[in-house]
């Protein structure tokens, strides 16, 4: 199961009781998150580092070659950050979901 269905399956059970969660289970979907967020932004990175070095070499190759690399690097950069932003609100949802876990253990 991809991960944000995953954490989206999380955030739709119970807060407690009968069929909620274990804390372990968010806290390791977090795990899995943050590091999912990271890859995204080193995969973010390295497309904005090609679209800077397609640039820079442009007057070297075809303005038609330019231009489709430059339409795909767009194209997987715009999809990247969309990825990441909805992985970003996810987590934000499962980590008030564990503060809450954890708040209500508390008392």
């Known amino acids: 199961m991809p991960l944000q269905e995953e954490i989206a399956d999380l955030l739709r059970m119970p807060e407690n009781?009968?069929?909620?969660?274990s804390l372990d289970a968010i806290e390791s979907t977090l795990t899995d998150g943050y590091?999912?967020?990271?890859?995204?932004?080193?995969e973010r990175s390295r497309i904005e580092r090609?679209?800077?070095?397609v640039v820079r070499?442009?007057?070297e190759v075809s303005a038609h070659s330019v231009a489709s690399e430059l339409s795909e690097l767009s194209e997987r950069l715009d999809t990247a950050e969309d990825e990441l932003?909805?992985?970003r609100a996810l987590l934000e949802s499962l980590q008030a979901r564990r503060r809450a876990v954890r708040d209500s253990r508390e008392t």
């Open 85 to 87: 932003a909805r992985l």
């Open 35 to 42: 590091a999912e967020a990271l890859h995204l932004e080193v």
């Open 17 to 21: 009781g009968a069929g909620a969660p």
């Open 57 to 59: 070499d442009a007057g």
């Open 50 to 53: 090609r679209l800077g070095e």
